[in-house]
């Protein structure tokens, strides 16, 4: 049994293809197959169920490929060791963000991660919640900025800072002038939302239950953008982080936006990482420049009224 086997297996329970499979380790595929074969009869177990337009593992199968990737993981950390020795700011680090999150915060601290680390070389994956822990437990991931709390006992975390929402309403609806909002004053309110499996989905939902909203009926966005035209066009209203609202974000036309009373309803942000991971020091490190962000970006942004807005463009 050698590395080079376990990253076959790997990557056909991944893929559940030989042809794909083998183009994923650039070899052939009779050799991927061959090299399949040998180490079921090592093992003296089969692994894969082979069918003519598909691969499925077998249940010794699963749970061999699972292990696979966690003795691969480690072995990339041991490699990861003895470069974070010999220079800890160079090299690569992975880093997960999900959606509703990334292109809003990375305009903000990409910029002082180069200044800081002009030596490393940052690889951003964006996808949502559940798919950044499985590439991080999976080794694919150095660490992720995920929302709190995290119920994983195998992840290592360190805050980074509260995000407050603010609530994103059409021009002329009946809260569009309210100061200081309250959550009470939600209660007969049904929000749009983002679809299943968008973390800041359930950040909303959560929000709903404490002041008694709803969700809106037969809509589900799969975007921050997509419930921004939405509220734009007056189908409802929507929460939306601080982030998502401030620049390099345009202002929307047509919304107002209505900041909460304190305590705001907010989500916490931390940076996490396997507490196996070689990398604990230097993410420590980083996770000190993703915390020092530019004064003023958490607070809420100045607005102008729509006759406000409709003046200027006259007198332009």
Not at 124 to 133: F, I, P, Q, R
Not at 224 to 250: C, F, H, I, W, Y
Request: aromatic share 4%; proline share 8%; hydrophobic share 45%.
């Amino acid at each position: 049994m050698n590395l080079r086997d376990l990253r076959y297996l790997v990557a056909l329970a991944e893929l559940r293809h030989f042809g794909r499979a083998a183009d994923a380790c650039h070899v052939s595929q009779p050799t991927l197959s061959t090299q399949i074969k040998k180490l079921e009869d090592e093992l003296g177990v089969s692994l894969v169920e082979r069918a003519p337009r598909h691969v499925m593992l077998t249940p010794a199968g699963h749970d061999i490929a699972a292990r696979a990737r966690r003795v691969l993981a480690e072995v990339e950390q041991m490699r990861e060791t003895a470069r974070r020795t010999s220079d800890p700011e160079a090299g690569s680090v992975r880093i997960g963000f999900f959606p509703t999150l990334g292109p809003y915060l990375l305009p903000h601290v990409v910029p002082r991660i180069r200044a800081r680390f002009p030596r490393l070389e940052l690889l951003l994956v964006e996808e949502k919640t559940e798919a950044v822990l499985h590439l991080l437990r999976d080794g694919k991931l150095d660490a992720a900025v995920l929302a709190l709390p995290l119920h994983e006992d195998w992840l290592e975390t360190a805050f980074l800072f509260e995000e407050p929402f603010m609530l994103a309403v059409p021009e002329g609806h009946p809260l569009a002038g309210h100061r200081d909002l309250r959550l009470a004053e939600l209660s007969d309110q049904h929000l749009l939302l983002l679809e299943e499996g968008h973390c800041l989905r359930d950040q909303a939902l959560a929000v709903c239950s404490l002041a008694g909203a709803g969700e809106k009926e037969g809509f589900r966005a799969t975007s921050l953008e997509t419930l921004r035209q939405m509220v734009a066009a007056g189908v409802g209203v929507t929460l939306l982080p601080m982030l998502a609202v401030k620049p390099p974000v345009s202002p929307s036309e047509n919304i107002r936006l209505l900041e909460f009373g304190n305590p705001p309803p907010s989500r916490k942000l931390a940076l996490a990482w396997r507490k196996s991971s070689a990398m604990g020091g230097f993410l420590h490190q980083l996770a000190e420049v993703l915390r020092d962000l530019p004064p003023g970006l958490l607070d809420p942004p100045k607005q102008t009224s729509a006759a406000a807005r409709g003046k200027r463009r006259a007198g332009a």
